[in-house]
Structures are given as structure tokens and as C-alpha cells.
């Protein structure tokens, strides 16, 4: 048995990134906008529901999680993607995690195969991606396949244009809607198309929804709700939802994956002897965000504000994305250009090559993110106002 090729993957984004500016001094006061880090104020009802249940930090927590959060969470599935009373089953069809990243890693394991297609078994996954999904192929002995999600195929991958015999020998794919980085929407097209391809090529969708209540003219259309309506359930289905986004909570650790019961059933008893529990006191807190729309839309109105203050600034320069809190700002080349904005303005952004792969070996600029750079909008407002006008004025001058 050969040992999972996670050397295969290069520094993470944020390793490059340091060894790119190295010891260049920022040109300004150093404004951080590459980290996608919500850090804003914490509801009142998130420390009190952990102070309530703080005793419980004292005993070893359920993998399923406690009855009040199933209850939460099962209610807040069932509300906002308009699903039948009744059809979201709190003990079959939601799981708690820790943190949606650890979810999206683990989530492999239970359902590789040794062999898919008369090969390797392939996981495929957009292109620029969240690196964890590479991690996670690698991890359990799948072969990654990075399928180019380009403005000419509406920022998502094109799953279907694979050729048979390489559909064939996947074994699970990994979408996300809204994009990270692009922000751009899955239509309801794009889920019945995947989901058709996933039945007649016998793969699972995993749907990374980890933005979905960050929109600015209308939510999206979600996996569940979509694949819902085409077939009566959630078959091949599993969707990952977080409240580092949702809530603006990223050091809670605290997600959840709802879907498919029979998925859910073979995701639980792995995670049963893997062992990765959330604790209770995490749960109450958890519970309380799952049940409260009010901090969700003010988290919502805030983004809506920075975005169409971007939209300002950098009129003529910028496609206001979907959803999503980041900027995916086309300057020609994008490491290039973080390093110069750094050097000369002080604004810390991300190279969007460091979030994808060369489709073509040697060729740099196949890369989808080769020409790009990813702003996050994450900073409060007065912050933000002050480096897009930096932005502006590095554009400008180059």
C-alpha cells in the first residue's frame, strides 16, 4: 500500500504569499485584505448561550451533537432553502462539525474507493479552489483533478465538457457556490446538470455553501433546494454550511453538512471513531446563531456597503460579484501586482495564482488566477474606504 501523496502539494496561499513581500517594507500604513477574516463583533446571545452550557465543557460531547442544536439546525435547513415541513429529519439529516474545513477534509475517507473507472479514483474540484479539497484527495489516495472555472464558464467548472472516461472514474466532486474567490452563483441549470452527471457517473456532490447567506441582489439557488425539486430528496448529495460566514464567527470552529440521510448514516459512523466532536458549550452558541436571522442580516447589509462602496472606487475597474465578501480583480498579473501594491500602498492582497494550478506544466499564465488578485472586503468600513482609494491610485499609475 503506498503512502498518500501529500507532498504533492505546494506551500499553501498564505506560505507564498509571505515568502513573495519577504522583507519589502509596505509603502504605507500596512492594510491586511488577503485573509478572509470576518473578525467582527460577537453576539451577545453567542456568550451566553457558552456561559449558560460552560459545566459541559466537563464531559465528553455526542458526535451527533446535542438535541437542541439537531433541532436549530434541521429548522434553519428547512426555512432558508424552502424545503417541506417536515422533509429535514434532525436525527438523520444533519451533523455538527468542527469548523466546515474540518468537514470538507474528512468527509473523503468514509466513501473512497480503491478503484473508480478501472483506475485511480479521481476527486475533482474548481480551479482556482479552497485548498483543503486538495488536501483531502490526497489524503485518502485520490487523484486531485482541477477543472478551470474561467470568467468564459461563468467563474464555476465546467464538470460536464470532462470527457466520459474520466467522469467515469470520479468518485466525488466538490463545488462552491458562491465562489471562493469569484463569487459567482451556481443556477438552478447547473445543480440539475451536475446532479445528472453524478447519477449516470455514479460520483457524489460535495457543495461548498459556505457564503450562501453573503449575497447582494438575491440569494442563490442551493444545492439542496435544487436537487430537492429534480428528484423529491437529497440523493448524492451532502452540502457544508459555516458560521465563520454566516455569522462572521471563524474562531468558533462551528459548522454543519446536511444532505442525503444514507450519506449522513456512513459520515456519522466514521466520524464516530475519528472522532472530532464539538463541545456542548459550542453547540448552544451554535444552536442560538442557527435560529437568529437579525446578526446574519446586518452581516449581510454591512458587506452589501463595502461592496457598492468598491463599486465607487473602482468604477469601470471591477464585476461586482455575485455573492461572497472578496474582490476577484483582474490587473493583468496578479503576483506581480500584490507585490507593487504592497510596496508602494501598503495593501496586503492575494495573488490569484496562489489559489489555483497551471492547467498547461512550465506555462504559468494557464493558471485561471494567473492575471488576478483576491480582496477581502472583511476589514470595517473606514478601513476599507482606505485602501480600495489605494488601490485605485496603484491602478492608475500602473
Known amino acids: ?95 455538527p462539525l468542527n469548523g466546515t474545513r474540518e468537514g470538507l477534509f474528512s468527509v473523503l475517507f468514509p466513501f473512497m474507493p480503491e478503484r473508480k473507472g478501472g483506475g485511480q479514483p479521481i476527486v475533482a474540484m474548481p480551479n482556482p479552489f479552497y485548498q483543503v479539497y486538495a488536501a483531502a484527495a490526497l489524503a485518502c489516495g485520490a487523484e486531485p483533478l482541477y477543472v478551470p472555472a474561467r470568467q468564459d464558464t461563468g467563474f464555476l467548472p465546467d464538470y460536464a465538457s470532462l470527457p466520459a472516461a474520466v467522469l467515469d472514474r470520479i468518485a ?46 438575491a440569494p442563490p439557488v442551493c444545492a439542496l433546494t435544487a436537487r430537492f425539486a429534480q428528484s423529491g430528496g437529497f440523493s448524492r448529495l451532502l452540502t457544508f454550511h459555516s458560521l465563520s460566514k454566516r455569522s462572521g464567527l471563524p474562531g468558533l470552529r462551528s459548522g454543519m453538512v446536511a444532505g442525503c440521510a444514507n450519506l449522513i448514516a456512513r459520515f456519522r459512523a466514521f466520524r464516530n471513531v475519528a472522532g472530532p466532536q464539538v463541545p456542548a458549550p459550542i453547540l448552544a452558541a451554535s444552536a442560538a446563531c442557527w435560529n437568529d436571522e437579525a446578526h446574519v442580516d446586518a452581516g449581510r447589509a454591512a458587506y452589501q456597503a463595502k461592496m457598492a462602496a468598491a463599486e465607487r472606487i473602482l468604477e469601470g475597474r471591477m464585476t461586482r460579484p455575485q455573492g461572497g465578501f472578496f474582490l476577484w480583480l483582474d490587473v493583468d498579473q496578479g503576483e506581480d501586482a500584490a507585490l507593487r501594491l504592497w510596496q508602494a500602498e501598503g495593501v496586503r492582497v492575494l495573488p490569484g495564482a496562489y489559489v489555483g494550478r497551471e492547467t498547461e506544466a512550465g506555462k504559468t499564465q494557464s493558471n485561471p488566477g494567473f492575471s488576478y488578485i483576491r480582496i477581502a472586503l472583511v476589514s470595517d468600513l473606514s478601513t476599507i474606504l482606505t485602501a480600495l482609494e489605494r488601490v485605485r491610485n496603484f491602478l492608475d499609475r500602473a
Request: overall charge negative; charged content about 25%; aromatic content about 12%.
Open 1 to 95: 500500500m503506498s503512502l498518500p501523496r501529500i507532498s504533492a502539494l505546494p506551500d499553501g496561499p498564505f506560505a507564498r504569499l509571505a515568502a513573495l513581500l519577504g522583507d519589502e517594507k509596505p509603502g504605507k500604513e500596512p492594510i491586511r485584505l488577503s485573509l478572509g477574516d470576518p473578525a467582527g463583533a460577537v453576539p451577545e446571545f453567542v456568550t451566553a448561550a457558552m456561559a449558560r452550557e460552560a459545566a459541559r465543557f466537563g464531559n465528553y460531547p455526542m458526535i451527533d451533537g446535542t438535541g437542541e442544536w439537531r433541532q436549530a439546525a434541521a429548522g434553519w435547513v428547512t426555512r432558508r432553502f424552502g424545503l417541506p415541513e417536515g422533509r429535514i429529519d434532525p436525527e438523520r439529516h444533519v451533523l
Open 172 to 217: 466525488a466532486v466538490f463545488i462552491c457556490s458562491p465562489s471562493n474567490p469569484e463569487g459567482a452563483f451556481a443556477s438552478e441549470a447547473y445543480w440539475r446538470t451536475l446532479f445528472e452527471l453524478a447519477e449516470r457517473h455514479d460520483f457524489l456532490v460535495l457543495a461548498d455553501e459556505c457564503y450562501a447567506d453573503i449575497w447582494f441582489d
